[in-house]
């Protein structure tokens, strides 16, 4: 499969070596595509860089994994032609950092989710791989693993594909429902945050225990 990248930082190439490890060919899209020559270079044959609407055209599924205050704009140089119709996995969090440490700058009646939804409306965005770090995206290694990745989404076939990729990655997926549902793993994102901070670890996830 061909998968379209929309960021380049630490999360997008983590993901990036992830779908790369299972043999589809990858296209991260960036303002500045040659800062990414050596990650590219490195990655092999598989991986390239480009524009955000270099990789939005590329991608037959795409990968929303963009900071948030740049996410609206990096999405109209994308183009909502070239997403419209497609999956998007969006694993960003509305994050603010005016104040110092992250807070939520979306919440309780809408989500970072649902407006990324609103800004694509021909486009299946599913929310997924927000309430882990990047190091443990992919083949998490826990004691008392493997944990579980929530999912939100209108599109159950777009749902279908993103538990695929859950599945590919070592993560069993929760579908908690429609996009709405992305105004608690946002949140959820923040407990993770906030836990790690005080404890200085970042090798932390979550598990739906059932009786």
Known sequence: MKIGILGSGAVAQALAKGFLGRGDAVKL?????DKLADFVKQAGAKASAGSFADAATFGEL??????????ENALKLAGPKNTAGKVVMDVTNPL??????????????????????????QAKVVKAF??????????????????????????????????????????PAIDLGGIEAARYLEPLAMVWIVYGFRTNTWNHAFKLLRG
């Open 29 to 33: 899209g960036t303002r500045s595509p």
């Open 62 to 71: 795409l990968v929303l994994a963009t900071k948030w205050d740049g996410t």
């Open 96 to 121: 603010d950092f005016s104040k110092g440490g992250p807070a939520l700058a979306v919440g309780h009646s809408d989500s970072g989710g649902e407006r990324v939804q609103r800004w694509l409306p």
């Open 130 to 171: 927000n309430i882990v770090g990047n190091t443990a995206m992919v083949h998490p290694k826990l004691p008392g693993g493997p944990p579980d990745m929530f999912i939100a989404g209108n599109d159950d076939g777009a749902k279908r594909a993103v538990t695929d990729i859950c599945k590919a990655f070592g993560w």
